[in-house]
Structures are given as structure tokens and as C-alpha cells.
């Protein structure tokens, strides 16, 4: 395999800065052999004030490291729908990224239920997602200073409308969780769901990789959220109950270890498969796709 | 009157609006003489191109300017039975924009606005209490705003700035902002190559940088290396003007000589000798933190 080109983006500005390689653009020259690479896609970087990243085109010209989310270009709007394939963020007041960590939490929480339309959280059914949106939210808010409220596909994620999936069957009454635990990450068995097919007929249960799950608890919410792994398929029948061990990632590097119930989530985290498809380095690399390795970190 | 470019089919339906792309549909109807145009007395036949290839290429041709394009190129091919097959490529060039008429009095007014608010903030000894950043940000924020309300870019070059585009008649040097080469802006560099299932995203933390610092610090450095950068320009040598140098500083008093000011001096003189060698009138004008003066050529 060709050598990848390894560029430094330089930010000794005062804010944070967006580096834009267009379709086509020139990213440089291949030290060993002088060949030009030119970029694959368009692709945006956001580096923190002054600070430096560096990312890394193939010879071809695609991405080699991970795109974080908060590379992701969002626009304004006043409300925010769910299922809508928009990156889009409400702004809220700059100095809630500094308020005190309980405070924020809160006021995160409540912007997101008012500026997120469609989720239909139901914690007796097992079902959440605003706590999963107004932690990546607060999150990206104090490591870029933009604070608002940002859509799924702002945050890398994306509503999952898969009829199969664990948010569906749950919402529509197919499956009872009569169980989910988190507990560890990057292990076979860390996330544990205990669910019962209360119909009259099979029910296929199919949850694709980077299906999130996040903290019931209050007093868990330090604690990472969780994203599957591995897809994960299995047939209930009528009646039955069982029990799925799967492997769970953790979503937010700078959360404690998960230990505790878990919802389910309608969102999945978009390009799993890829943003962990290098053996043995998954799970930094998915940090590096939510929650960056850069000085700037935001609070858990 | 108004040509039209608007094709119909014999029932008078529209195959072509006149604007945009033309569709393949309307290209064969035309071709194959089932194309209409709308004349004074009523709808008329595009003649299907027939007769000797000369006749061919001349009613292509004609076709093309009646439809508002151009053709490029003209194939010929010769089939031993069939005689020759002429064919033709139309371009259709994107409609003319009538560019907005921008007052550039009015453009200076808001730069010098912009100047002033961005050196606002006075200590008790005359000096700039403001920071690298925040000028910095002031300046760009308010030609991003002059920008936005004469609906794009604005038809003047701006010195420092990044953008690469047409020279203009008028030029406006922020003497006071971080030049565009400077290692203090942020920039792109390749550092090495490594095998990709070896690359690891990296940050690191610059220990310091100056854009938290005052200003006052580095106008020297700056107005220098930003006067040098609008010497070495080609657009001075071929399309300024109109010259508008906003100092981050008040005139000086006669006599006193600083580094910044030998810099404009010399900017001066350069423009002047520009201005006997191609015989262009170029006007410089100083906006000082405190006044104005236009300097002589």
C-alpha cells in the first residue's frame, strides 16, 4: 500500500479555525517520491485555538484519519427534526459552555427537549435520546466555544428508522427491556439488554453498528454513552425472553467507566463500521471520530 | 425587437424556454427539423439542415446564434454512400450578470469606520490597547460585513488577504494586520509520509502564540512586511489607482523617523516611480489613526 501524506494544520489564532480542502485542491507533494496528491472529496478540519493537528490523505487522496465531528459544518436554525438529515445547530448563550458542570448538564438538557423535535423519549419503555444529544451537544459546544444545540447529523449521528431496530421494536411495543446494562467498554460483554417478545410472533431484532445507548441515571452521567460495535441479529419468538451480550464502545473518551442502567437511543453513529475498521486501534479511533484527541476536551 | 430563443414543437408546445441547457429532446426535434421558433407572423420551421455541407455548417451556425450559444467545432464525416454528415457542437454561455453598480466612496466610508472601531481602545498614553486577535478579527469581521451588504465581493484588493482574484482599479492595505505570510497566521504544511495503518491524528497545544498579545508590539513588523507585500504586487504594477493605507497608528510629527514610517515613505516614492513609468495617475491616501492626508505624486 501506497504511503499516506502526513500535513500539520496550524492554528496560532486566538479561536478556532476551519481549514477547507476543496474537491481536486493540491494537498502537497509525497516527500519520498515527489508525486502531487490532490484531495479526493471536499472535507473540512476544525483545529482549536492555538494548537496544531495533524491529518493524513492516501496517495489517492482520501482521508486516512479519522474526520472528527466537530469538523462537521453546521448552519444555524431555530428548531431541530429529529429524523431530518441536516447539520444544523440552535445557538444557545456562549457562556453556558463555562457555567458550572451540573448547571450545564441541565440547561443542555432542557435546550435539547425544547429544540429537538421527534424523539419520543420513554424511559418505563426503555427509550431516551435527549441525554445522548445534549451530551455530544455540550461537548462539541466546550471544545469549539459555538455553543448550541446540534442536529444528530451534526454530532455524526443519524436517526435509525430501520424497522428491525431496538428503538422500534421497543417504541412499538414488540420488545419489553427488562434489562440494560452497561458496564466497561471495548469488552465482548459490555453491554448486557435483557428483552422479551411480548407478541404472537417471531421478532427479528437487528441493531446495526454504532447503535448508541446512553446513561439512565442521573447520577451516571459522567459516565460514558455507549455504541455497539458489531451488528447484532437475532430472532425472538413469541413469548420468549433473552439475553444479548454485546460489545460496547465507549462513545466519550473523557467520561467514566460506563456502570449502569442504559437507554436505548433512536440514533446510530453514522459510518461505524469505517470510523472503527482498523484492528486493535477501534476505539481510539472512534474517539478520535467523537470526541477528538485534542487539549481542548470537553467536560464529562 | 426582442429576439426569442424558444423552441416549439408543431403543436405549439415549448421544447426549449430559451435560457439554461437545452435538453436532448429539443436538440433532436431542432435537428431533425421538428423545431419551431416564434416570429412576428406566427411559428416558423427550423430548416432541417440539408443541401451541400457548406450550406450545413452555415445553418448550424445559424441555428446556434438564433438559440443565443456558439459552436466551438463542427464535425464532418464522410460516408462513402451517404455523402458527408455534418454535425455540430452549440455551446450556450451562461446569461450575462449585469454586476451591481458598487459605490466606492461608500465602500471607503465603511473601511474607515471599520479602522477606526478596530483600533478603538486608547491607554492613557495614546497607545493601541488592543490585542493582535481582536484587531484582527474586527478588521475581517467588518469587510465581511461591507462584503455582505454590497451582495459579494467587494471590486477592490485588499492587502493582507488570501483571496487570489482579478486586480482592481483601487486597493486597501490594513497596515496593522498580521501579514499574509506570516507563521502567526494559520497555514497548512506536510510534515512527512507514513504507512496509513500507521498514522495517528495528532494535536498538540502551541505553548505561545501572539495573538493574545497588544498590538503595539508588532505594528512595526507589520506595516513594514504588509507595505513590502503591496510594493512586490503585480496589480500595483498594472491596475492600482486608487491606494488607501490605513495606519494603525496617528500621523507622526514632522521629523520623527521609526521604521513603519520609513516603510510608507518608500511605499510612496515606489508608487510615484510606478506612476511616471506607465504614465497611470495613482493617488495614495494615509488614514491615520487621527486624520487623513494624501500624499503628493
Keep these: 500500500m501506497n504511503n499516506a501524506i502526513v500535513l500539520e494544520l496550524r492554528n496560532p489564532s486566538d479561536e478556532v479555525h476551519t481549514f477547507r480542502f476543496g474537491e481536486g485542491a493540491r494537498i502537497g507533494r509525497l516527500p519520498s517520491n515527489g508525486n502531487i496528491v490532490h484531495n479526493a472529496e471536499t472535507i473540512t478540519f476544525s483545529v482549536p485555538a492555538q494548537s496544531s493537528r495533524w491529518v493524513a490523505f492516501s496517495s489517492t487522496g482520501e482521508l486516512v484519519t479519522p474526520h472528527s465531528i466537530d469538523d462537521i459544518q453546521a448552519t444555524t436554525t431555530d428548531r431541530i427534526i429529529a429524523d431530518e438529515g441536516n447539520t444544523t445547530y440552535v445557538p444557545l448563550p456562549a457562556h453556558w459552555v463555562t457555567a458550572n458542570l451540573e448547571d450545564a448538564r441541565d440547561a443542555f438538557i432542557h435546550a435539547c427537549r425544547s429544540s429537538i423535535q421527534g424523539v419520543h423519549e420513554n424511559h418505563t419503555l426503555g427509550i431516551g435520546g435527549y441525554a445522548l444529544m445534549a451530551t455530544f451537544s455540550r461537548l462539541r459546544s466546550e471544545r469549539t466555544g459555538q455553543c448550541g444545540v446540534y442536529s444528530p447529523n451534526a454530532l455524526g449521528f443519524e436517526y435509525d428508522n430501520n424497522t428491525d431496530s431496538l428503538h422500534n421494536h421497543l417504541l412499538n411495543g414488540n420488545l419489553v427491556m427488562d434489562e440494560a446494562y452497561g458496564s466497561g467498554f471495548d469488552s465482548s460483554d459490555s453491554i448486557r439488554l435483557e428483552l422479551s417478545n411480548t407478541t404472537d410472533r417471531n421478532i427479528r431484532l437487528c441493531m446495526a453498528p454504532g447503535t448508541a445507548f446512553e446513561q439512565r441515571d442521573r447520577h451516571a452521567q459522567n459516565q460514558q454513552n455507549v455504541v455497539l460495535r458489531d451488528e447484532v441479529e437475532v430472532t425472538i419468538l413469541p413469548g420468549e425472553s433473552a439475553t444479548i451480550t454485546a460489545h460496547g464502545m465507549c462513545a466519550n473518551r473523557t467520561g467514566a467507566n460506563p456502570d449502569g442502567h442504559l437507554l436505548a437511543t433512536p440514533f446510530r453513529l453514522m459510518n461505524a463500521s469505517n470510523f472503527m475498521g482498523r484492528e486493535g486501534r477501534e476505539q481510539s479511533d472512534l474517539w478520535a471520530r467523537t470526541d477528538t484527541t485534542d487539549p481542548h476536551r470537553g467536560r464529562m | ?297
Design chain 2, 1 to 297: 425587437m426582442m429576439r426569442s430563443n424558444r423552441l416549439f414543437d408543431d403543436e405549439g408546445n415549448e421544447l426549449y424556454s430559451g435560457f439554461g441547457t437545452i435538453s436532448r429532446e429539443a436538440l433532436d426535434a431542432t435537428v431533425d427539423g421538428r423545431a419551431y421558433i416564434e416570429t412576428p407572423t406566427g411559428f416558423e420551421r427550423l430548416s432541417r439542415p440539408e443541401g451541400d455541407t457548406e450550406d450545413e455548417i452555415r445553418r448550424l451556425v445559424d441555428t446556434a446564434t438564433r438559440l443565443g450559444g456558439y459552436v466551438p467545432e463542427v464535425n464532418v464525416s464522410v460516408d462513402t454512400t451517404e455523402g458527408e454528415e455534418v454535425s455540430a457542437t452549440i455551446h450556450f454561455p451562461p446569461r450575462e450578470v449585469v454586476p451591481q453598480k458598487v459605490d466606492l466612496s461608500s465602500v471607503l466610508e465603511i473601511m474607515q469606520s471599520i479602522h477606526k472601531n478596530a483600533l478603538r481602545g486608547q491607554n492613557r498614553h495614546g497607545w493601541i490597547d488592543t490585542t493582535v486577535g481582536t484587531f484582527e478579527r474586527n478588521v475581517r469581521e467588518g469587510i465581511a460585513l461591507a462584503e455582505k451588504l454590497y451582495g459579494g465581493r467587494l471590486p477592490v484588493n485588499i492587502i493582507p488577504s488570501a483571496v487570489k482574484g482579478a486586480c482592481e482599479e483601487t486597493a486597501f492595505i490594513f497596515a496593522g494586520c498580521i501579514p499574509q505570510g506570516s507563521i502567526h497566521r494559520p497555514s497548512v504544511a506536510v510534515i512527512s509520509e507514513q504507512h496509513p495503518m500507521e498514522v495517528e491524528e495528532r494535536y498538540h497545544q502551541h505553548e505561545h502564540t501572539i495573538w493574545q498579545e497588544p498590538l503595539n508590539q508588532f505594528i512595526r513588523d507589520f506595516v513594514v512586511e504588509n507595505l513590502d507585500a503591496a510594493t512586490n504586487s503585480g496589480c500595483l504594477q498594472g491596475t492600482w489607482k486608487d491606494i488607501h493605507v490605513f495606519m494603525p497608528m496617528p500621523q507622526p510629527i514632522g521629523g520623527i523617523l521609526s521604521g513603519e514610517n520609513d516603510a510608507l515613505t518608500e511605499f510612496c516614492c515606489y508608487c510615484r516611480e510606478v506612476a511616471e513609468r506607465t504614465g497611470r495617475d495613482i493617488k495614495v491616501t494615509i488614514h491615520w489613526q487621527d486624520s487623513i492626508e494624501e500624499v503628493e505624486q
